[in-house]
């Protein structure tokens, strides 16, 4: 196993069960999907755009402890519990996502904790390769 590297850093939300914030392997960073809560866990209010960028930040801490950068995700998964909030969702992605990824953005009944939107994504590793 010293090929997979588990990654955890205090500055995005903790796991909310037994798996790990993102593991490499290879070439690649695979980063669990991210909820809208704080580093301490605490789900954070606000609108779909807020809660969007809180799951965003919490992926770049993630990427940034992995030794790698938000432009250098090449695939991203969005999960919401109504599509009704997929506009204010993409107005806040694509800020973030300037370098278009693949992506799915798909509606699910329900998701951890209650949340609306959760993101998960796949990134190279390698540091700050500006895009």
Known sequence: MSDIKKVLTANACPPAGPYSQAIIAGPHIFVSGQIPADKDGKLVEGSIGEKT?????NIIAILQ???SD???VVKVNVFLDDMGNFGEMNATYEKVFAHKPARSCVA???LPKGV?????????????SKL
């Open 65 to 67: 402890e992995a030794g």
């Open 116 to 128: 609306p939107v959760e993101i998960e994504c796949i990134a190279l590793a390698g540091k700050e």
């Open 53 to 57: 960028a809180v799951c965003c930040n």
């Open 108 to 110: 699910v009944k329900q």
């Open 70 to 72: 938000i432009s250098r």
